[in-house]
């Protein structure tokens, strides 16, 4: 005897990685193992559709990712970049974001971005770099 439940499929639609919103995000430099990291509120692509179009901005407007590909003359991985965290409260968002900027090895983003964060938490992060680099 069947039952309803094997000719009606409950459960939802993937949605691709680019159309999620509310993120932290990772953006990888392949040619030197440097990284940056990110929120938005946005679709993951609207935010990195503007890291892109921030390339052709004047040099004193740049954002570090986008000095680091023309001042190295690097490729940025923007196709496999990924989502590290999703959130969707603001303040939790830029604690997620924090946390992953400092467990980055190489990381890109200036350290102001995580001026706010307690460093008597990196222990318990696992922050690849100390916390003063």
Do not use: A
Not at 60 to 82: A, G, M, Q, Y
């Amino acid at each position: 005897m069947n039952s309803i439940s094997t000719f009606i499929k409950t459960g939802k639609d993937k949605i691709k990685k680019e159309d999620h919103s509310n993120v932290v995000y990772k953006i990888n430099c392949p040619d030197c193992n440097h990284s940056y990291v990110g929120k938005t509120k946005r679709k993951l692509m609207t935010r990195l559709k503007e890291h892109i179009r921030d390339l052709n901005k004047p040099s004193n407007s740049l954002s570090v990712i986008s000095c680091h590909k023309l001042d190295s003359d690097h490729t940025i991985d923007w196709e496999n970049s990924r989502i590290s965290d999703s959130e969707h409260s603001y303040y939790k968002r830029i604690v997620s974001e924090m946390i992953h900027i400092k467990r980055q090895e190489n990381g890109l983003n200036k350290q102001s971005d995580t001026e706010r964060f307690p460093e008597i938490y990196l222990p318990l992060i696992g922050n690849s770099s100390s916390p003063h680099t």
